[in-house]
C-alpha cells in the first residue's frame, strides 16, 4: 500500500503546476494559475474511477485526506463513492419528502397513462380525502403499516372501494419514492391491509331500471332540456357519462359518432377511437340538442363547461327513481340477452366493453359495427314504444 500523507500544507501552496500524490489515491492537480483540484483515484468492480473532492481555495488539505478516508471506506464496502455522493445530493435538495409532495410526484408521473391525464380528479380524490389529511406532512422514510391503518380503518368496512383505491395510489407513492432512492418499505400497505382484516363490506351494483320500464321513462323525458336530452341519447346508446357529457359535433358524421380513445374507459394505451352507429332516433335527439350547443359541446353546463357528472343523476333522484344514468348500459345489456340473438362479442361490444386476450382483439380487427347498427335500431324502436319483435339478426343482416 502506498505511503499516506507524502504532501504539506508548505509544498501544496508552493508546488508548480503539475500533480502531486499524498497517497491513498489522493491527487492534487495544480494549475498555471495557482489553483487546483483535488481528486480521488479508487478502482470499484474491477473500474477506475476519479472523484472530484474540491478546489483548493475550498478545501484544504486536512478536509481533502478526511474526505479521501470517508469514500476509500465507501468503496471498501462494495459501493459506488460516487454514485452514493449523488444519492446525498439528491436526498440533501429534497428539503421536503413528506408524502404529500411525493403524491403530487407520482401523480405527475402517471398522468399520462390516465384518461384525460387525471383532470377529472378520480386518481388523485382518495388519496386527498382520506390519506393525506392525516399523513400528508409525514415524511415518507417514517411512515409505517400502523400509521396506514389508521388512516385507513374510518373507511375501510364503510366505503371499502374507496378505500381500497386510497391503499393502492398509497402503495404506487411508495414505489415512486423508492425508484427516487429514498429507504420506504414497500411491504408497508399490504402489513396495513393485514391488520385491518378482510373488509365486511359488500360491493352493490348501480341500479337499473328493467329494460321493460325504460320505453315509459323515455317517453316522460318529454321537454327538450339538455338534461333530458343527455338521458335520451344516454339510453339510446348506451354511452358512458364521460364521453356523453363530453360529446362535441365534429365526432358526430352522418349516422356514426366516433368518440375518441382516451374518453373510453379499459381502453388504457389504445390509439383507436370508438365508433358509435346512431339510430334515427339518436339522430332526432342530437338535432334537438344543436340549439343548447356551446364551445363545440353539445350537452354544455347551465354556466360553464359541460353537465356535471352528477346532473343525470340527480334529476333521476328527484324523480323518486332508484335507478341511476350508468344503469341503463345494464338495461340495454340484459335486452341484448333476452331478446336478441346477437353473439356474445357483438353485445359486448355495443356497450365498448374491452373483451378477450390482446392477441385475440390484435387478429379480430373488428368493431361489429354494421351489426351494432342494426341492434341499435332495434333498441330505439323499443325504446320508443315501437318494438315488440325478438330480433333475429341473421335475418336482419341478410
Not at 492537480?29 to 474540491?54: A, C, F, N, S, Y
Request: aromatic content about 6%; proline content about 6%; some cysteine.
Amino acid at each position: 500500500m502506498p505511503a499516506h500523507n507524502r504532501l504539506s500544507a508548505t509544498k501544496v501552496k508552493a508546488a508548480p503546476p503539475g500533480e502531486y500524490c499524498d497517497g491513498g489515491g489522493l491527487w492534487l492537480r495544480k494549475r498555471p494559475d495557482g489553483g487546483g483540484q483535488w481528486v480521488l483515484r479508487i478502482t470499484i468492480h474491477g473500474r477506475r474511477r476519479e472523484m472530484g473532492l474540491g478546489g483548493l481555495s475550498n478545501v484544504s488539505l486536512a478536509a481533502a485526506r478526511e474526505a479521501a478516508e470517508r469514500w476509500r471506506a465507501v468503496a471498501a464496502s462494495g459501493r459506488d463513492p460516487i454514485k452514493e455522493r449523488e444519492k446525498e445530493a439528491r436526498e440533501a435538495s429534497r428539503a421536503d419528502t413528506t408524502l404529500r409532495v411525493l403524491a403530487v410526484e407520482a401523480f405527475e408521473a402517471r398522468k399520462a397513462e390516465l384518461k384525460g391525464d387525471g383532470k377529472a380528479g378520480r386518481w388523485f380524490t382518495p388519496l386527498e380525502l382520506h390519506i393525506l389529511p392525516k399523513l400528508g406532512r409525514v415524511p415518507v422514510e417514517d411512515l409505517d403499516q400502523r400509521d396506514i391503518r389508521d388512516a385507513l380503518a374510518p373507511i375501510w368496512h364503510a366505503k371499502a372501494d374507496t378505500a381500497r383505491k386510497a391503499a393502492n395510489r398509497l402503495h404506487i407513492v411508495l414505489q415512486h419514492a423508492a425508484a427516487l432512492g429514498l429507504e420506504v418499505d414497500l411491504q408497508a400497505v399490504a402489513k396495513a391491509k393485514a391488520l385491518l382484516g378482510k373488509t365486511r363490506h359488500e360491493p352493490k351494483n348501480i341500479p337499473a331500471m328493467p329494460w321493460l320500464e325504460v320505453p315509459a321513462f323515455y317517453v316522460s323525458l318529454v321537454e327538450p332540456t339538455p338534461v333530458n336530452l343527455a338521458l335520451r341519447l344516454a339510453i339510446l346508446t348506451g354511452s358512458r357519462s364521460t364521453p356523453l357529457r363530453h360529446l362535441r359535433l365534429e365526432q358526430i358524421e352522418g349516422d356514426i359518432w366516433t368518440v375518441p380513445a382516451d374518453m373510453m374507459k379499459g381502453r388504457k394505451g389504445a390509439t383507436a377511437d370508438f365508433r358509435t352507429p346512431l339510430s334515427g332516433e339518436a339522430l332526432r335527439v342530437i338535432e334537438l340538442a344543436k340549439p343548447f350547443a356551446r364551445d363545440g359541446y353539445l350537452f354544455p353546463s347551465a354556466r360553464k363547461g359541460v353537465l356535471s357528472d352528477m346532473a343525470l343523476s340527480r334529476m333521476m333522484e328527484r324523480l323518486g327513481l332508484e335507478a341511476r344514468p350508468h344503469g341503463f348500459r345494464t338495461s340495454l345489456r340484459t335486452w341484448l340477452a333476452e331478446v336478441t340473438d346477437a353473439p356474445h362479442e357483438v353485445a359486448e361490444a355495443m356497450l365498448a366493453h374491452v373483451t378477450d386476450s390482446g392477441v385475440v382483439r390484435a387478429y379480430r380487427r373488428t368493431d361489429f359495427l354494421e351489426q351494432r347498427r342494426v341492434l341499435m335500431e332495434r333498441w330505439a324502436d323499443h325504446v320508443t314504444g315501437k318494438g315488440g319483435k325478438v330480433v333475429q339478426l341473421v335475418e336482419a343482416l341478410g
